[in-house]
């Protein structure tokens, strides 16, 4: 029985050693660094009927073409079908999609809470930034 313990004790002191972290931090995620990027909130906000395009992009985000503004949006977890989607429809309080999770992508089957909305004067802006955020995300 002594042995038995002593088998436990160690294959539990084994277990818990190769749980123990390695020193690194964890990355950060991406729409956290891109909110850091951007120097926005992720509130920003469009009307539905000004949507004039989209596209879908690295790291989960989707950049839309709305009014005469450009801008990029991430989204909560459990949105699976956003990379193989071609086309989306739109859902928003009164018709006006934000940042904040309550305003719905739909793709193909799939329901996408939004998580956030960045706003920029232009694509060029826009795209810019995504790339100088994924080049902080990977750096990390």
């Known amino acids: ?26 990355k950060v995620n991406f729409y956290k660094t ?22 879908t992009l690295d790291h989960d985000v989707m950049s839309v073409n709305a ?11 459990g949105c699976n079908a956003l990379q193989v989607s071609s086309r989306a429809a739109f859902e928003g309080f009164s018709g006006e999609i934000c940042g904040g999770g309550r305003s719905k ?3 193909s089957d799939d329901s996408c809470n939004i998580r956030q909305v960045f706003k920029f004067n232009n694509q060029k802006e826009a ?14």
């Open 127 to 140: 795209f810019a930034t995504l790339e100088q955020a994924t080049k902080a995300y990977e750096a990390q």
């Open 1 to 26: 029985m002594k042995s038995y313990l002593s088998v436990c004790l160690g294959l539990s002191i084994a277990v818990l050693s190769g749980c123990s972290t390695s020193g690194e931090k964890p």
């Open 34 to 55: 891109l909110a850091d990027t951007t120097g926005q909130n992720g509130r920003a906000c469009f009307y539905q009927t000004d949507v004039r395009g989209f596209g």
């Open 105 to 107: 992508v739909y793709v």
């Open 67 to 77: 009014g005469n503004r450009y801008y990029l949006m991430t989204f909560l977890p």
